[in-house]
């Protein structure tokens, strides 16, 4: 019972001299507190408190956390059953993601609520009944199957059901293990879990009204959008947006400000014209054409009348132009770009600060399971368990023992079989990246030893060796494959031979669109030059394979596109010959694959690969961006087929004198989610349309309904869009500063030394120890790199300051001052670490 667990608790801090704070101070190793729990009749109990399990487990709860999201001096439930509990709830929350993403697909294809009519049965499918109007006009749909209104409440219940089990095992994991701590611990965000309960009961009386009712909406969009707002990202995103409102509303102010100061102008000046004042005889058509000329690309057509009769009113329009366009509009980007740099650095900083913090106390942990008194150091065995508990986390990352041997081997550098603190550096390193190792060599070398091994075998591998070793030591899977290899040689003798046969193919394909291009008839001979560059292309692929595994090969991204390229068009050049009189009407397109070709030939150029590497880390990094944009875009689709669906057609006759009618923008409409969706990805690029606002205004029985547009404005282009643009611009800005910085660095070196420098860290040494036993390590961040930077940053600056601290001190105390580092940097949020390095 938790009051007994908390007097034995009491009991065993004192008895072992540990302090309030002590990890394990319930699981104390004294046997006098087992014969205590044997006294009370408790032994089925205390046998939860299993020493060693308990605080290995406790230790790799603590490195998931800090990885995955650091927490600020937390105290966690020191029982084997609390960490269960918290797998149970792991698989929970995957599954719950799941059914999210299941959510959002059925979003997309059931069957819209306008067009459910009482009469039919809930079952039935939508047939002509959604893409037919009362009056029997076309209603543009966008042509998704869609699943039948009763069966899309089914899947739905189901759905919740999976999502409620999530927040359920949360409440009781919270209530059970962190709610009886002393002092309480907030693991789980209990008004997250409520709010989580209340929008599945939303969602459940929405369908029941539904179900017996059957009007034309429902009002499902406001739980699921509630739900994806729970979401970590966006709970983050939140705070960063938050924190930028106040310099954003400061410009928005200003600008509203002048908004209203040019449409009062504007009316003053031209309501007593008798031509050219139309859209400025009233204050509200004023204000609205002002506003339609600021945000948006319709100045011209808003000033043109104007302007024509009375050319001096130019001037004024100048004037506003200036003010909105130039200056406003653009301060908006340049604030929100400044506000999220200087939120990011700090928010980086401290993350990376919690995590070593984190990462170093299960590390004290982990140091106090051995046997020896005062051991401040990890042993091989108690490290292997360690990383056992570790993968077994629904979280964890899967590791072999013999790769987690091996890690160990490489870490311990002074070969002690025992891990200091500052060995542990090095597991931190290594453990915030998700990697894979993979064989190195073909199996020919198991297949023909002889051939492999005899000396034009060995000069052979020298000349193809382009990716065993040099793809491994590229830091993202994701990007370009580097042609430098570790050593800072220049690239193979291979890859410069292919070089100049893509040289020579790029050549080949600018001649063939020449002919294309201009209805020549192609030469015989350029067909049958298509069909040898193939071959060359399939060669080139099976001799990297006769050199390195096909494992080794397909871990790269870069080698990929090269395979399925190659045969993709080493197939279409055999049908072209093969098939020639009958494949005309497609002959234009296979002769787009020659486009393949050329990005063969252009990815290997360095500008290329780095264009290439800021899109790839845009999009690896930009998650949590696209998700708060999608959110936002999600909430205003759902909300706007439920206002506007139905009635945005060609036949509707309240749209006849719209421009929307004029324009034949009648696919731009509301009618099914995907369709809403194409509106509103429009509305963000071309910042604000009011063709759409006007549309509905005349043709929507709800009358209210244009406001949607400039709240849409507001929230999603002008604060989430904004955010976008600058997470862009800092992306683009680190990158390029690091490109630059490396080719500095590079060129030092070169003059210096006549090689580039390396960073000898412990992800090469591990890289470097399974190469020498024939495995390559591949590897991706979990997070954005800049976070994993930070990180580096902070464990050499914690380093750095533990070994100025510990000086002349005894080996065995610099555990303990780094600790007291941390906590004071804890206390004073990073101000106490100049006292310490003085001292």
Request: glycine share 6%; proline share 3%.
């Amino acid at each position: 019972p938790p009051h007994v667990a908390a007097a034995l608790r009491a009991t065993a801090r004192p008895r072992c001299g540990a302090s309030g704070d002590d990890p394990c101070a319930c699981v104390c190793a004294s046997r006098g507190i087992s014969r205590l729990a044997d006294a009370f009749g408790m032994q089925g109990v205390y046998s939860e408190f299993d020493l060693s399990r308990a605080k290995i487990a406790e230790a790799a709860w603590r490195i998931e956390d800090a990885i995955h999201k650091p927490l600020d001096s937390f105290s966690y439930p020191h029982v084997v059953g609390a960490r269960d509990a918290y797998f149970e709830a792991a698989r929970a929350d995957i599954r719950y993601s799941s059914a999210l993403i299941c959510m959002l697909l059925l979003s997309i294809f059931e069957t819209p609520a306008w067009c459910g009519q009482q009469e039919v049965s809930l079952f039935a499918p939508a047939g002509d009944r959604c893409s037919r109007s009362a009056e029997g006009d076309d209603i543009l749909l966008s042509g998704v199957p869609y699943v039948p209104l009763g069966w899309g409440l089914v899947i739905e219940i189901v759905l919740l059901y999976l999502m409620f089990l999530k927040f359920r095992i949360e409440l009781r994991v919270q209530t059970k293990y962190f709610d009886t701590m002393v002092p309480k611990q907030e693991y789980y965000k209990r008004n997250h879990i409520y709010i989580g309960f209340a929008c599945i009961a939303f969602a459940v009386l929405d369908i029941v009204y539904f179900a017996i009712a059957r009007p034309r909406f429902r009002l499902a969009f406001i739980a699921r959008t509630g739900l994806l707002v729970l979401l970590p990202s966006v709970v983050n995103l939140s705070r960063l947006v938050y924190s930028c409102l106040s310099e954003f509303f400061s410009v928005a102010a200003f600008f509203v400000g002048a908004i209203l100061l040019f449409a009062w102008v504007s009316v003053m000046v031209l309501r007593d014209l008798q031509v050219g004042a139309a859209g400025f005889t009233t204050f509200s058509a004023g204000l609205n054409n002002i506003f339609v000329a600021g945000v948006s690309e319709e100045f011209l057509s808003v000033f043109l009348e104007s302007y024509t009769t009375h050319r001096w009113v130019g001037w004024l329009w100048l004037l506003f132009l200036i003010v909105a366009h130039v200056l406003l509009l653009s301060l908006v980007l340049d604030t929100l770009t400044a506000a999220y740099m200087t939120y990011s650095e700090q928010v980086e900083e401290r993350t990376a600060e919690l995590r070593i913090s984190g990462l170093l106390k299960a590390f004290r942990i982990l140091a106090n399971t051995q046997e020896a008194e005062g051991e401040t150091a990890v042993s091989k065995d108690a490290f292997l368990e360690f990383i056992r508990e570790y993968a077994a986390s629904p979280k964890g990352m899967p590791v072999s023992e013999e790769i987690a041997k091996m890690m160990f081997d490489v870490i311990d550098t002074d070969g002690s079989g025992l891990i200091d603190y500052i060995e542990f550096c090095g597991i931190c390193r290594i453990i915030q990246y998700r990697f894979w190792c993979t064989r190195a060599d073909s199996r020919v070398k198991d297949w023909f030893p002889q051939v492999w091994n005899s000396d034009a075998g060995i000069r052979f591998r020298r000349f193809v060796k382009v990716s065993s070793v040099q793809n491994a030591l590229v830091d993202e899977p994701g990007s370009p494959s580097s042609v430098a290899s570790d050593d800072g040689e220049r690239a193979s003798g291979f890859d410069r031979l292919m070089n100049i046969i893509l040289l020579v193919n790029f050549a080949l394909v600018m001649v063939e669109s020449y002919f294309d291009l201009n209805n020549i008839p192609e030469p015989p001979l350029l067909e049958y030059l298509e069909l040898i560059f193939s071959f060359i292309y399939f060669g080139e692929v099976s001799i990297k394979l006769s050199v390195i595994s096909w494992e080794d090969y397909w871990a790269i991204s870069s080698n990929k596109f090269d395979f399925f390229s190659t045969f993709l068009l080493l197939t279409t050049s055999i049908i072209e010959l093969m098939f020639a009189g009958n494949l005309s009407t497609y002959a234009n397109m296979l002769r787009l694959l020659r486009l393949l070709r050329v990005i063969k030939n252009v990815k290997n150029i360095q500008s290329v690969q780095f264009l290439v590497k800021t899109i790839a880390n845009l999009l690896l990094t930009a998650k949590e961006m696209v998700i708060l944009l999608g959110v936002v875009v999600f909430f205003f689709s759902m909300l706007s087929v439920q206002v506007f669906g139905g009635e945005l057609y060609e036949g509707n006759k309240k749209l006849e004198e719209t421009e929307y009618h004029e324009q034949k923008w009648h696919v731009l409409n509301f009618n099914d989610t995907p369709m809403a969706f194409g509106v509103w990805v429009v509305f963000l690029l071309m910042e604000y349309a009011p063709i759409f606002p006007d549309a509905v205004a005349k043709a929507s029985s709800n009358s209210w309904g244009w406001i949607i547009f400039p709240i849409f404005y507001l929230c999603g282009v002008s604060i989430t869009f904004e955010l976008v643009k600058a997470f862009t611009i800092e992306v683009f800005i680190n990158l390029f500063k690091k490109r630059t910085e490396s080719h500095i660095e590079a060129g030092s070196a070169h003059s210096q030394h006549g090689s580039p420098r390396k960073k000898a860290d412990s992800l090469t040494a591990f890289k470097q120890a399974l190469a020498r036993e024939g495995k390559c390590l591949h590897y991706n961040s979990t997070g954005r790199e800049s976070q994993h930077e930070a990180v580096d940053e902070a464990l050499e600056r914690v380093m750095h300051r533990a070994q100025v601290a510990a000086q002349g001190s005894p080996f065995q105390r610099q555990l303990s001052t780094i600790q007291r580092i941390l906590e004071n940097e804890d206390d004073g949020h990073g101000h106490s670490g100049h006292h310490h390095s003085s001292r």
